[in-house]
């Protein structure tokens, strides 16, 4: 049974009935998303591989079908000085760009095109789509601003579209409460969390802007992408070895990364950063479009621990901790700390920095079908993004229909570790 999480606080019940397109303050983690993107842009795609006769209306039938499913698909982010950063509702449709699948065959190459294009978060809508169209399949690029999405958002939304372009209705959504208000309503204590988390406004939290003209987004860092496929057999043995070794998929790939990384960059440690859903512990079985997460980070130095199944338990224990309960409020708090409500911060503000290698972003495995009357998912990939470093690498995870799918972005003139890296799990899981 999922939790409603669709509750808004007294001031955000009042502010709806009073302006019909104000949706909900931001939370914490938006805030800090959406401070961070006028510096960095923070969005990310996702890959559907359909198979299917279907056209570019129908694609664009299905898209409306599923920015009018999600609240904040329609959203922007209102940035005023002296007021809380709010989600607003806009009437603009999602764009589409098509492009025949014989002149560009390589998703790839569109992703990479994507990752450092702007995309602002003060217009809307915060998705933008590009199909690869041919007339019996399509392959469907999905960018997504993060202020209000997460990797799952992406996986949803692709389940959201095979069902509208199978000719099936799609539900409306409620709009669902930020994390940080999860957390408290769902998580705190009995009395220990306050009946309105959000302060009141202090001018000396108010910085003027610059100026009078919007500021242009930013362009991203630009990235090469790879991806790889570990089929359903090979996939099923590394699962099976993870069990019998007391950790998960997600810890022996990290121990994987870290020991290809040391082999091809030769570095002696690690720091991965991985972003950790909180949907399971809150009860949020909805296929909703929100960003529910917070983050967890794992230093691995393989010189220091060189058996393998060690490293990848030391990224469980880790993950473990910042899923419990107590790790999340842990979490949210602290975030609430750095970046209070009603205090606004110009572009020219800084949030706190984060050094990190990589970003490793695992899906688990999604478990949605995958083969629908007049459509099915032959590969989904995600999600893909570009590091906020400029030396840094990502890896995405995702598993739909046993298949594991990967893929690495890099800056340019950086190598790859993903091949030697799936080389080393599957030798160690084969051994293990």
Known sequence: MSNDLSYATHEQAKSREQDGRYLRALGAHERLLHHISSRVPRHFCVVAEIVGAKSPEDYRTAIDMVQRRHPLLSAF?????????????????????????????????????????????????LMRVTVL????????????????????????????LLEALDGRALSPLPLVASVDEVAEKLLSLPGEADEDETPPLDASDVSAPASDEQTAPPRGLPGVVTALTIGE???????????????????????????????????????????????????????????????????????ATPEFWQLARQVTDGLAQ???????LAATRAMNADFPGGAHRG??????????????????????PTSLNSVWLKAFWGPII???????????????????????????????ILDLMRRKLVHECAEG
Not at 106 to 123: A, G, K, M
Not at 322 to 328: K, L, Q, T, V
């Open 77 to 125: 982010v209102e940035d005023v000085p002296g007021r809380e950063l709010r989600f607003r509702r806009s009437d603009r449709q999602i764009p589409i760009t098509f492009i025949p699948q014989a002149q560009e065959p390589n998703w790839r190459r569109i992703v990479e095109q994507e990752l450092p294009t702007p995309f602002s978060d003060s217009e809307a809508p």
């Open 133 to 160: 169209h041919a007339a019996a399949q399509a392959t469907v690029i999905i960018t997504l601003h993060h202020v209000g999405s997460d990797g799952l958002s992406g996986a949803y939304i692709v389940q959201d």
């Open 233 to 303: 057999a090979l996939a099923t043995v590394a699962r099976r070895a993870c069990r019998a070794n007391g950790t998960t998929l997600h810890g022996a790939v990290c121990a994987a990364m870290a020991l290809a990384a040391g082999e091809i960059e030769a570095k002696e440690g690690l720091l991965i950063m991985t972003p950790i859903s909180h949907r399971t512990v809150f009860g949020l079985d909805r296929r909703d479009c929100a960003l529910m997460i917070s983050v967890s980070s794992a230093h691995l130095m393989p010189g």
């Open 322 to 328: 910042s899923r419990s309960p107590h790790g999340i």
């Open 347 to 368: 572009p020219s503000v800084p949030g706190k920095g984060v050094s990190y290698d990589v970003v490793a972003s695992n899906l688990g495995s999604i478990a949605f």
């Open 386 to 416: 570009r590091g906020g470093a400029p030396d840094a690498r990502a890896i995405s995870l995702a598993s739909v229909g046993g298949q594991l799918r990967m893929t690495e972005t890099v800056p340019p003139g950086t190598p790859s």
